[in-house]
């Protein structure tokens, strides 16, 4: 009988498996919003680990927010000092322009980046801010912060 009852078969009845064996069209999800409304087993024992799920997943949501923010803020910059580089009401800058703006991202890195999404010559804003984050993905988001803040301030400078 037991393991008739030990569905999931970790030598344990659950108490949705306990429910289960005595109501059989139980399903498991079922048992689970039963127990989501009205509590479980252990509903009394269990509560302070869901309240510290609950401040964990508070962080979590604060933490990706944040995070959010910092890429909205870091895209902003690079979009103003490639706007900066504009000249004579052009919408688009030449990879010469970017080159003599740029001088830490490789030759051939932009190459391969030009040949992979099929781009001409010129640079709109958009794929400018697609190379720099392709470029300084999210595991170096630091190293972007300090590229889009100094070419914001190179565009201050005559």
């Known amino acids: 009988m037991f393991k008739a009852a030990d569905r999931n078969h970790n030598a344990?009845?659950?108490?949705?498996?306990?429910?289960?064996?005595?109501?059989?069209?139980?399903?498991r999800e079922m048992g689970n919003k039963l127990m989501a409304r009205y509590g479980g087993a252990l509903y009394k024992e269990e509560a302070e680990d869901r309240r510290q799920q609950a401040i964990?997943?508070?962080?979590?949501?604060?933490?990706?927010?944040?995070?959010?923010?910092?890429?909205l803020l870091d895209e902003h910059e690079i979009r103003l000092a490639f706007k900066g580089w504009l000249r004579g009401g052009k919408e688009t800058i030449s990879i010469g322009t970017l080159?003599?703006?740029?001088?830490?991202?490789?030759?051939?890195?932009?190459?391969?980046?030009?040949?992979?999404?099929?781009?001409?010559?010129?640079?709109t804003c958009d794929e400018f801010v697609a190379l720099c984050s392709h470029h300084y993905s999210k595991v170096d988001a630091k190293q972007l912060r300090r590229l889009a803040r100094k070419l914001h301030e190179d565009d201050d400078k005559p």
């Open 99 to 123: 080159r003599n703006h740029c001088p830490e991202i490789e030759k051939q890195v932009v190459q391969d980046w030009l040949d992979q999404t099929g781009t001409n010559q010129q640079l």
């Open 56 to 71: 964990e997943q508070a962080a979590r949501k604060e933490k990706a927010r944040l995070q959010s923010e910092r890429e």
């Open 12 to 27: 344990q009845i659950d108490f949705v498996e306990f429910l289960q064996m005595n109501h059989p069209r139980v399903t």
